[in-house]
Each structure stands twice: as C-alpha cells, then as structure tokens.
C-alpha cells in the first residue's frame, strides 16, 4: 500500500455520490439507506482513527464498484457485495444477517467473494492447488469472476508508487490468470489493460519505447486514418445509414508481441491500428447494414481473402460480434477494418454482462455450460494439478473453429479440435466408444484435426474403450478429463485383477504375504505408487514369477542381516545420492527468506546483482531470470504458478557477471581503441571478448565483459557512450 491507495475525503465523496445515485436507480431505498449508512460510519470512523488498512480498503472497493458500473456493467446487488465485502469479511462483522437486510443475491455474492478472499493473494512456489481452489470458487457464480477481475484492474492501476517486489506479483497474476478469463469473457478493453500495464511493470524500456513511437507517429497515423476514411464516409453518407467511423490504435502489449514473434522493427508493422465502423440500427437490420458497409468498403479498397472473419453468422462463444476485414489502402498498407452495430459494440467492450442486457437469460446459460466443464475438469482428484491449469489455459485462449452435426446441428470447439473432442462434446459415451468418424462423407481417423464447416459424423463400436495416447491429440478440457477418468477406472480394475493373481500365486508356491516387505519391493523397484506396480503385472511388463523371486530375494536379504545382528533395514541398502553442490551463493535470497538454495542464471537475460529478478521453478531447478527478460511474459502466462520472489542480498556484489553489450557507431579511426581502453580501465570490469562488423560508414559490434553489478554497469555505459562516434550502447537481452 502507498499513500496515493488510501481514500480522502475528496474522492470519498465524490465515489459516493457516484454510487448513490446508481444504487437508487432501480433499487429498494431501505437497502440503499442501510448501505449508505455503512459506507459513512466506515470512512468516518477509519478516518478517526487514522485506520490506512481500512481507507486502503475502503478506497479499493468503492473504485472496483465503479468499474463495476462503468467499464462492465454489473447490477446493484454486484456492486453492493463489492462494498459490503471489507466490513463483513474483513472488519469481522456478521454475514448471517446479510441476506435478511439486502437479499439473498448479495449474500450469495458475498459467500463466493469471501471463498475466493482465503485462496487469492496466496501464490507462491508452484501452488497449483491454491489456483485450482481460487477458479473452483470462481466457477461458482460468474458475478464474483466478474468482481475478481474488476479489483485486479483497480490493484494494476494502484500500483503505480507499489514496491517492485508487489508490481511483479500483480504483473504476473494478471498475465497467468485475470487477462485470460477476461479474453475469455470477452472484456477485451480491460483484457489490454491488465497487458499493457504488467508490460509497463515488468519491461518499462521496451513499454516507453513503443509509447514514445506511437506518440512520434500519431499525427502521420491520423493523417493517413483520414486519408482512408474520406472516401468511405463520402460512400456510406449516400446509403443513409447512421453510423460512427474512427481508428483505433492498437494496444502496446500487442504490438510488443509482434515485435518479438515476427522480429521487425517498429517502423515494419502495418497494423499499428484497425478502423471500426459502428451503426445504429435497428436488430433486425444489423447484419444486412453490416454487409452493406463491407460490400462499400471492399468496392473501394482490394481486400485479402484469407482476413475476412464472419463472427456475424457465428459468434464466438463469449457473445463477440463483429465482422472483419483487411484491405489494401492508400500507399500499399494493409488496414483492418471491423464493421459492428453499437449493440455489439458494447459486448465487445463489456462482454457477456452487456449480452445479459441485450439477451436475457440465453447467453447466461452458455456461460454456465461453460463454467460447468470448468469445474468437471478442475474437480476431478485424480489429474495432476499442473495439467488441470493447462487444461484450463487451453480453454481461455485458443480460437475457435465451427462444425456440424449430420442433422446440421452447430458445434463450437477450440483450433486443432479432434474427431474425438467432437465425439466427447457431444457426449461421454460417444466419445468413450469411438473409432473413427465420417467428415464431409469421407472416413477419417479418430485424431484427425477439423476445420471450420466440417460437417461431422461419429464411428463407434463397443468394443472400444479409451486408450492412454488418446491424450496426446484430444485438446478440450472435456475430452481429457473424461478420458483420464475412464482410464483411471480401466486401470483400477486392472489392478483388482494383479492384485488377486499375485496373492493367489504366492499362496500357491507356500508363500506368507508380508504387506511391509512387498511395500519395500514395491519401493526398491522403484514404483512411485502401488497402482503403478499392479498396472506393470497387468500389462505383463513384470511376470507375476520374477516379482514373487524378487520378493524371496528381499526375504532371505533380510533374515542374513537379522542373522549378522546388523541394525540396518534391508529398505536402507539403496545406495545414497551424494548431496549436490549448490549452484549459487548466498547473494540471493529466493522466496522471502531461503539462502543457500540450488540455482542457475538463465543464460536467456543473464541476470547479474542488481538486477530486478524473479526465480522459476524448472525441470533443472531454480531459475533466476531479470524482471525484463525477453521470455518473461511467456512464463508469466503459462507458468504463473511456477514464479517465485527472489531479490539480491546485502549491497555489494562478491561475483563477477557475464554481460554483452551492442554498441553501434561510425566507424571512424581508434573508435574501437578508445572503448578497449575505457573498459581496461575500468575498476572491477574485465574484457572477455570483443566482435565488430563494419559496413557502410557504420560499425556495429558485441563487447562481453565482466563485472559485478548493475552500478558498475550503468557507470561503464556511461563512460563508453561519451566516445566520439558511439551512437547506442545498450545490453542485449
């Protein structure tokens, strides 16, 4: 918390004349008295007492309430649960009353905010059972997910003066979890934002580098903006239809991901922005006025066959509506141009809580589906938690493909769905006999991958059941969570039957089971489980005979060290793994307080002390990557949960780091000479390589050196960039 978090007089009541006069709008005015009163005695009394954790609070629930309103569109009982949430979860007043006083909408809101409130804000190493219990809570009512994601945007936007240590965790919760449930509930404004502000937090050089640009560029954008409008507005103002037409630029978070995907300079993108026209017509004139408008722009400029997306005809599962296109436009730039009515306009901006407004209770039904599979996938016990939150990843953000029934019955799955996800969209049973499917008429394996307008038929024999590589190419959450339920079943009873054949054998042969004696065979064969051990005997991979000789083996190993008086267990005759030498020193501190941990340096950002660093939990240990790494996004999105705090100890470095710097200058006489001396003489900074390219009056080149931290970085920079002829010196990734 800083200071510029905490509530004052001014903004309270100006946040509660604001409040007020939504809550009166359409409803009870006792309810909206007794919460009136509430939010008074609450500031009034924090205020007395100079309270800076209940102002903090206080401040944070009465600005999500008004992104509530504003940005998504809630009801009153959302916004009421918002600012009764503190005083009743928090301040410890009782919530047993709540629904009596304000309904029990509001009380059911509550319950699901204050579940979400015990696993929220607990993230730390590879705690991938706090998120599974975080989006179980989540899944209950998707109001507290709306909420959610409206106090994570206040948090972001608060977090401006907040301690780089706080920005970090804040940047990756919404990079792993707030920006893709917003994507998927269609909230792309706010989805950019929570972006664009965690880029800002994490990789201020490269978000001031595109801001800068976008600001040099603004007045030749606009410029060519109205070029390409002119005409168009010339054409659609003959048509008589009420429309808006303006560009939109596109976010820097986006715009930083082309730059790094497709490696070009900024200079290279064509579409920095997308031109939207939005009509005003009435609803059963939307599609015919949005076809009239393509019809007019693609006679004036040439479009590209392969960028039209028609989310007209079929909207995409969370209420998107719009209809897409890129053209070539004056001087040979390609520009997009998306074509939408102001209804579907305001479900792009709000997602499905606009749909609600416009639809009714229809599209609050598919949410529920949705949030259905959701909690299918994440409650069942028997998958890995690590695989459970890819699964659920792969549901936020994949696109989306449409194919049909026989009867012509309309299917929506994620890109690079399978015959087989199709078979289990429509049912489990389907899905668990299938063997092959019929697409446009033609027999196709069961991993074949669909593709829009598909028209699919399923193949299926009871014979069939669900084989272990069916996981390697079914992608919905559905299709694998189902799938590793029936194994789980197959495999259970597999090992009912190893199990008796085992037993019955032993018996046969005069054997007497000893349960901790097969436990230890069990472990010195090196099975991470039981199950594992019956499955191998099942599957005939160990004979039933060689596991009963190596459990006589143990047996008589056992009576010769009773024999021997030797006080060791025979499940201690493993040999023992030496201690492995740690990676690093006592100069970071991983995770609040751990010293002395194994870790490496990622070679991707060669990180050294100084640094703003965090620490990834790998398949080869821990990670220490810089804040700014150019693979940190990435992790930060896919592997939110694998991220752990990590900071530099004391002042002074004992280390020396490898860096490499770019410099770039003319390429003119002792140029190179006078940077080698700099460097040579330079305390504490050795010279390790030096590589230089010269090409038309210009030089360019890498210097590795090494040194002990990011002071004596900044000073060396500094001391190379005062050569004569040095244009850029800066560090490479």
């Not at 109205?226 to 939109?248: A, H, Q, S």
């Not at 038309?696 to 050569?723: C, E, Y």
Request: proline share 3%; with cysteine; net charge positive.
């Amino acid at each position: 918390m800083d200071n510029s978090t905490f509530i004052d007089r001014k903004e309270f009541f100006h946040l509660y004349g604001r409040l007020y006069s939504f809550l009166r709008q359409e409803w009870d005015m006792h309810k909206v008295s007794m919460l009136r009163t509430l939010l008074r005695q609450s500031f009034k009394k924090a205020e007395e007492q100079q309270d800076k954790e209940a102002l903090y609070h206080l401040g944070l629930s009465m600005r999500t309430a008004v992104i509530i309103i504003d940005e998504i569109g809630l009801k009153q009982p959302a916004v009421c649960a918002v600012l009764l949430f503190h005083p009743v979860v928090n301040a410890g007043q009782a919530q047993a009353g709540m629904e009596q006083q304000f309904g029990s909408e509001v009380e059911s809101i509550l319950r699901g905010l204050k579940k979400v409130n015990q696993f929220s804000g607990k993230r730390t190493a590879v705690e991938s059972e706090n998120y599974i219990k975080l989006l179980l809570s989540l899944a209950e009512d998707v109001r507290v997910i709306f909420i959610m994601i409206a106090q994570q945007l206040q948090r972001m936007r608060d977090a401006k003066e907040a301690s780089p240590s706080s920005r970090l965790d804040l940047s990756v919760e919404s990079t792993y979890l707030y920006a893709p449930l917003s994507h998927r509930l269609g909230l792309y404004t706010i989805k950019s934002e929570l972006e664009d502000l965690s880029l800002k937090y994490t990789d201020r050089e490269h978000y001031d580098f595109i801001a800068r640009k976008l600001n040099e560029t603004k007045r030749s954008r606009d410029r060519y903006i109205n070029e390409f409008i002119g005409p168009v507005k010339e054409r659609l103002d003959k048509t008589g239809l009420k429309y808006d037409i303006k560009g939109r630029t596109k976010s820097i978070y986006s715009i930083q991901n082309k730059l790094k995907k497709q490696k070009i300079e900024f200079e290279n993108i064509y579409d920095l922005f997308a031109i939207r026209v939005i009509l005003d017509s009435p609803p059963e004139l939307e599609k015919a006025h949005c076809w009239q408008v393509y019809s007019i722009v693609t006679d004036m400029y040439q479009p590209n066959p392969k960028r039209l997306k028609d989310w007209l005809s079929i909207p995409k599962s969370n209420g998107y509506e719009s209809l897409h296109t890129t053209v070539m436009g004056p001087d040979g730039k390609w520009v997009e141009v998306q074509i939408r009515t102001k209804r579907m306009d305001e479900i792009a901006e709000r997602g499905l809580a606009a749909h609600w407004k416009y639809k009714g209770v229809k599209e609050e039904t598919t949410l529920d589906n949705w949030l259905g599979t959701i909690r299918e996938a994440l409650e069942d016990s028997e998958t890995n938690p690590n695989q459970k939150l890819t699964d659920f990843k792969l549901d936020l953000y994949d696109e989306e493909i449409f194919v049909f029934t026989p009867k012509g019955d309309l299917f929506k799955l994620p890109k690079g769905a399978t015959v087989l996800d199709f078979a289990f969209g429509i049912h489990s049973n389907l899905g668990a006999t299938c063997v092959s499917g019929r697409v446009n008429g033609k027999n196709v394996p069961i991993r074949y991958v669909l593709k829009s307008g598909d028209q699919v038929e399923v193949n299926t024999s009871s014979h069939q059941v669900p084989k272990q590589d069916w996981l390697n190419f079914a992608v919905t959450s559905k299709a694998r969570t189902k799938i590793r339920q029936l194994l789980k079943e197959e495999a259970g009873k597999q090992v009912d039957i190893a199990k008796e054949t085992l037993l019955r054998r032993m018996r046969n042969r005069k054997i007497e089971v000893d349960e901790a004696r097969l436990m230890q065979l069990i472990k010195k064969l090196r099975y991470k489980t039981v199950t594992e051990f019956y499955v191998d005997i099942a599957s005939e991979k160990n004979d039933v005979n060689w596991v009963i000789d190596r459990y006589l083996e143990l047996e008589i190993r056992e009576t010769e060290i009773r024999e021997s008086h030797t006080s060791v267990s025979a499940g201690e005759f493993t040999l023992k793994t030496p201690l492995q030498e740690i990676g690093g020193s006592d100069e970071l501190i991983i995770d609040q307080n751990l010293t002395g941990v194994d870790y490496k340096l990622a070679k991707c950002c060669n990180p050294i002390f100084g640094d703003d660093i965090f620490g990834f939990v790998s398949s080869q240990g821990i990670k220490i990557h810089r804040v700014n790494c150019p693979n940190a996004h990435d992790l930060f999105s896919r592997f939110g949960y694998r991220i752990l705090k990590a900071r530099w100890s004391g002042k002074t470095s004992s280390s020396s780091y490898t860096i490499v710097l770019r410099v770039i200058g003319n390429d003119q006489l002792n140029i190179v000479a006078n940077l080698m001396s700099i460097i040579s003489k330079e305390d504490g900074v050795q010279m390790r390589s030096i590589t230089i390219d010269s090409n038309d009056g210009l030089f360019q080149g890498n210097i590795t050196v090494m040194l002990g931290d990011t002071s004596m970085l900044d000073q060396l920079i500094k001391k190379l960039r005062a050569v004569k002829g040095v244009k850029s010196i800066s560090r490479l990734n």
